[in-house]
Every structure is written in C-alpha cells, then in structure tokens.
C-alpha cells in the first residue's frame, strides 16, 4: 500500500460529499489536515447524484406522467446539487489556505461513479465519511466507502464521525 505523501506540494484530494452530516464531517476534518498555508493542493469535492429513472409515459398503474412532475424531479436533483455545494463551501471557506478548488457532479451508482473519477483525475487521495451502518443495513446496502477502498489505487482515508459508535 502506497504512503500518503503529504510533503508533495501539489496533491489532489477527492472529498465525496452527499447530504450526510458524516461527509461534511469528513470535508472538514480533510481541509483540516491536508491543506495549509505551505501546500497548493487541489480540493476535488465530488457528488454523486442517484441515476435517473427511467420513466415511460405511464406509470405501472396505468396513469400518464405530466412533464410538469418529470421536470420537478429534474429540478429537484439540481437544488439538492447546489445544497450541497453550498454547505461543502461554507465548510472549506472557513479555512484560511492556498487551495484550489473543483466541483464534480456524477450521476449512478456512487461506488462506481467515485471509484472511476478518482482514477480518471488521477487523485492523490480520496477521503469519505463513515455513515457507521450496522452489520445488517451494510451487509444488505453494501459500503461505498469499503468498495473504494478496495478498487481505487490512490490512499484513502475514511474518515468516522466522533458521534458514532
């Protein structure tokens, strides 16, 4: 297993960020550790939208779908999008340090949507939160961040919220 290496001086760090408490908590706790005055790292905060569904004209009762709801939906996954952006900003902006920073929104399934980005960017290292699943929900839901961290090459770090258990 390959070393963080903290001492280059320009590294990219993927923070996958959702609307969870623990991936803000991991945000931070990332901008906290990896980045200072004496580094110009690259912050690469990644959001992985759920794909979208495939709607036919009539839903499985029978009745027709308005584009009015179809484009309500759209709508909805943008809104959710720029929410959290705007708390990952209002996270990382707290932080007084020479980062650059790139947002990239994906769409499926999130395990392979990060595994993937993180090796076309070529990222440094990717740091995830812990949603802290019991054994049951894991075992049924499966873990991205267990996933990621057997499929990518780069480090990561997963990182657990202090309120869990």
């Not at 945000?27 to 005055?37: A, Q």
């Not at 960017?121 to 839901?141: N, P, S």
Request: aromatic content about 10%.
């Amino acid at each position: 297993m390959e070393a963080i290496n903290l001492k280059k001086k320009e590294c990219k760090i993927v923070v996958a960020v959702d609307e969870s408490q623990e991936s803000m908590y991991a945000l931070s706790w990332c901008v906290g550790n990896f980045f200072s005055e004496k580094t110009t790292n690259t912050l690469v905060l990644l959001y992985v939208k759920p794909p979208p569904p495939v709607y036919s004209s009539f839903d499985a009762a029978g009745y027709m779908f308005s584009g009015d709801v179809i484009t309500a939906l759209e709508k909805y996954g943008s809104d959710l999008v720029n929410s959290v952006m705007a708390r990952a900003e209002a996270i990382y902006g707290k932080f007084s340090s020479n980062m650059s920073v790139e947002r990239i929104v994906g769409s499926g399934d999130a395990k392979d949507v990060i595994c993937n980005t993180v090796e076309k960017i070529k990222a440094d290292t990717l740091v995830m939160g812990c949603h802290g699943y019991g054994f049951f929900k894991r075992a049924l839901l499966g873990s991205v961040s267990d996933h990621c961290a057997k499929n990518v090459k780069c480090p990561v770090v997963i990182v657990k919220h202090p309120e869990e258990k």
